[in-house]
């Protein structure tokens, strides 16, 4: 790391070149490991890039941005030569009168992932290719059925049996306000190891899911990878006597290791992450046998969606856009009963393992994750063959070795 005395993204001078790519040679050479050089600017502004041995040469590759992590903003900085700022629109005008030209650059130079596209993320995905986002990374293993209509935008009965990533993926190519919007759709769950690779090239990810296994991924992703996660719930009461909805209330999370991580904010425990990894989540037998407050739920009607994705697309554009004056949020819940939207701000246990997982990258990854390369549509190998051909995989060559959980 050094500085420069010029403002914005920074290029190397024949010094900064020699001692990168031949003084730092040696330890890059003795630990097989890449090398990340960065200079920070005198407006703050950061830049950055790899070096990797090959053969007895320094290979230089510039990063395409540098993200800071705080606890009360998301910092972007972007290299203006392999991510250019997006031209003007005046489809967006309303949109940049609103928080500005920075701020929209920002935005749509983000690659976002959804995980889930049921009912909430659905309408996250309507959002965020409203905003001018210019590329998205879609999965959900889930395909299109009857009873999801009620509450999944864009879906109608000619979708029923699509997958779900695939109908948000068209809508948002039609009703992307950015200049090109580029959508990756994968039909697989993130437990897969193609979907799971996809997820940690993103910027923020929105977990729009409510089984334990994926939250558990959701939770690496945010710690051992410092990826923004915006994630929420909704719970509907019924009473069953007098068939009536007895009460309903939503939550959005921001998780980053600033917040605090899913398991301790409660929206899952790690027993239920064995009992789905065994299949006992699943099993009639044993759902029955839960006390009725612990069974799964699948109640939700689509307003109830339409609140929690909003709640949860404006924690992150608190996050990106917000000044640093505003106030920390880690969670919010809003409680249809008496009309309350209340903050939550506490923290991680002080035992939780996630906080030992912090910036571990590679290094901590989730054991259960499996490895099938699907040969499904043509479309979707084309997707997966193209985030291969890109290199993502080669930025993460130890993801392969596995670690189990704790440290
Ligand atoms: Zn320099
Ligand atoms: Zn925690």
Known sequence: M?????????????????????????????????????????????????????????????????????????????????????????????????????????????????????SGGSIVAEAVARIGVEQVVLIDHDRVKQHNLDRLLNATVKDIGKPKVEVAAKAMRRNGTAGQIKVTALPMSIQDEVAYLAALDCDVLFGCV???????????????????????????????????????HWRAHTITPYHQCLRCNGQYNSSAVVKELDGSLDDMRYISNLPANERPRNENVFPFGLSVAAMIVNSMIRYLVG????SLVRQQEHQLINGKTRVINEECRSNCEFRLRRAAGDAETPYFLSTSIPTTAPSVLGSIMALVKKGFRSCFPRVGKRHRGGT
């Open 2 to 118: 050094h500085s420069h005395p010029g403002p914005g993204w920074q290029g190397l001078n024949p010094v900064d070149a020699d001692t990168e790519g031949n003084v730092l040679a040696y330890p890059v050479g003795a630990t097989g490991l890449p090398l990340v050089g960065l200079t920070l600017g005198s407006d703050g502004y950061w830049s950055a890039r790899f070096w990797e041995r090959d053969g007895k040469e320094m290979r230089r590759r510039w990063c395409d941005k540098v993200r800071i992590i705080g606890p009360m903003s998301y910092k972007l900085y972007f290299n203006d030569n392999l991510r250019p700022a997006p031209q003007r629109r005046n489809i967006l005008k309303r949109t940049i009168d609103s928080w500005g030209d920075k701020a929209q650059n920002d935005i749509a130079r983000l690659k976002v992932g959804i995980v889930g596209l049921g």
């Open 210 to 248: 409510d089984r334990p296994v994926p939250l558990e991924i959701l939770n690496y992703a945010a710690h051992s990878h410092l990826i923004p996660v915006f994630s929420g719930a909704v719970e509907v009461q019924t009473n069953p006597q007098s068939d009536s909805l007895f009460s309903a």
């Open 323 to 326: 000044p640093d004056w505003w």
